[in-house]
T-cell receptor, first 113, second 115 residues
Framework: NAGVTQTPKFQVLKTGQSMTLQCAQDMNHEYMSWYRQDPGMGLRLIHYSVGAGITDQGEVPNGYNVSRSTTEDFPLRLLSAAPSQTSVYFC????????????FGPGTRLTVT | AQSVSQHNHHVILSEAASLELGCNYSYGGTVNLFWYVQYPGQHLQLLLKYFSGDPLVKGIKGFEAEFIKSKFSFNLRKPSVQWSDTAEYFCAVNLDSSNTGKLIFGQGTTLQVKP
């Protein structure tokens, strides 16, 4: 199994540009989520999904959209990038929403200028 | 709002020293508790978890943690650290009642082990 994969690993955007961060898992996990990691703030949940077709907002959803059309994929869309979205983004998945370990992807380092 | 606090932001130890990293959470209900580690340049990996039962849990690489419900704490310990333990450590809490899998993370503790 490849586990949780994320692309790209690095990205530089200009303010106002849009882009999609890709996340895929091959473990048939129901639950997937997106976090952003900022220095001194730990990881904060952006959006999550408990199954295909079901998504919900986390702690910091503004400026981001998600969809879950398949079990495997959970892309994160930045609608109009802002410097405040400069961060490292991690995708995670687990077999079920609760009582299961979440597996994290390698991360995408995004810089918005 | 629920929160997780890690009191030590940056810890420097010599090899063979003992380690204890503090983690406290603010929530009165049932919680599931985790410690994750992020080695330099790598993604987060699970060190250990507590769902129920024995409050002293053992994880990988000689780490253990103790859940003290009355103190809302889940401190991470290791009797003798190694240089390879240099990493960032995150405590995380899942509120059992949420059924959403949401993890609330602490700010992280950077551990530097000197050879």
């Amino acid at each position: 199994n490849a586990g949780v994969t994320q692309t790209p690993k690095f990205q530089v955007l200009k303010t106002g540009q849009s882009m999609t961060l890709q996340c895929a898992q091959d473990m048939n996990h129901e639950y997937m989520s997106w976090y952003r990691q900022d220095p001194g703030m730990g990881l904060r949940l952006i959006h999550y999904s408990v199954g295909a077709g079901i998504t919900d907002q986390g702690e910091v959803p503004n400026g981001y959209n998600v969809s879950r059309s398949t079990t495997e994929d959970f892309p994160l869309r930045l609608l109009s990038a802002a410097p405040s979205q400069t961060s490292v983004y991690f995708c995670a998945s687990s077999y079920r929403a609760v009582l299961h370990e979440q597996y994290f992807g390698p991360g995408t380092r995004l810089t918005v200028t | 709002a629920q929160s997780v606090s890690q009191h030590n932001h940056h810890v420097i130890l010599s090899e063979a020293a003992s380690l204890e990293l503090g983690c406290n959470y603010s929530y009165g209900g049932t919680v599931n508790l985790f410690w994750y580690v992020q080695y330099p340049g790598q993604h987060l990996q699970l060190l250990l978890k507590y769902f129920s039962g024995d409050p002293l849990v053992k994880g990988i690489k000689g780490f253990e943690a103790e859940f003290i419900k009355s103190k809302f704490s889940f401190n991470l310990r290791k009797p003798s650290v190694q240089w390879s333990d240099t990493a960032e450590y995150f405590c995380a809490v899942n509120l059992d009642s949420s059924n959403t899998g949401k993890l609330i993370f602490g700010q992280g503790t950077t551990l530097q082990v000197k050879p």
